[in-house]
């Protein structure tokens, strides 16, 4: 077994324990926005090991692109997804405000809460 394969596994070995933390957060916390929480941070830095280590282990294959491609578009729309469901928990009084620190949206006026499109072209 070389360097690289014991590198690739320990990514690979880490990568899955993040995910795995992830799924028991979905599972176990108590609202939308922890859940949402715990399906994206550790879940896409758990994916980005995981393709890491297997870039590692496929070492000058073709496929190593299609890694590097399904990471960023991991990266990129992970925090829009994320933003968007929060957004739609929060309007839909789907969240728990005990859990908050502190309630920045509800700060918003309900045009700009909702993105600003309130007929008049603005």
Same mark, same amino acid.
């Given at each position: 077994?070389?360097?690289? !394969?014991?590198?690739?596994?320990?990514?690979?070995?880490?990568?899955? @324990?993040? $995910?795995?933390?992830? @799924?028991?957060? *979905?599972?176990?916390?108590? !609202? +939308?926005?922890?859940?949402?929480? #715990? #399906?994206?941070?550790? /879940?896409?830095?758990?994916?980005?090991?995981?393709?890491a280590g297997a870039a590692i282990r496929l070492r000058g294959h073709p496929d190593v692109g299609m890694l590097i491609? +399904?990471?960023?578009?991991?990266?990129? +729309? #992970?925090? *829009?997804?994320? &933003?968007? *469901?929060? /957004?739609? $928990?929060?309007? %839909?009084? &789907?969240?728990? !405000?005990?859990?908050?620190?502190? !309630? %920045?949206?509800?700060?918003?006026? $309900? %045009?700009?809460e909702s993105g600003g499109h309130d007929g008049t072209g603005r």
């Open positions: 077994m070389t360097a690289s !394969d014991i590198v690739a596994s320990v990514l690979i070995l880490a990568g899955s @324990a993040l $995910a795995l933390t992830a @799924a028991i957060g *979905v599972v176990r916390f108590p !609202d +939308t926005l922890s859940r949402m929480h #715990a #399906a994206t941070k550790p /879940q896409v830095l758990g994916l980005l090991l995981v393709l491609l +399904t990471g960023l578009f991991t990266l990129i +729309t #992970a925090p *829009v997804i994320a &933003n968007r *469901v929060g /957004q739609l $928990a929060y309007r %839909e009084q &789907n969240i728990r !405000d005990d859990l908050l620190t502190r !309630d %920045e949206m509800h700060e918003l006026p $309900a %045009e700009r």
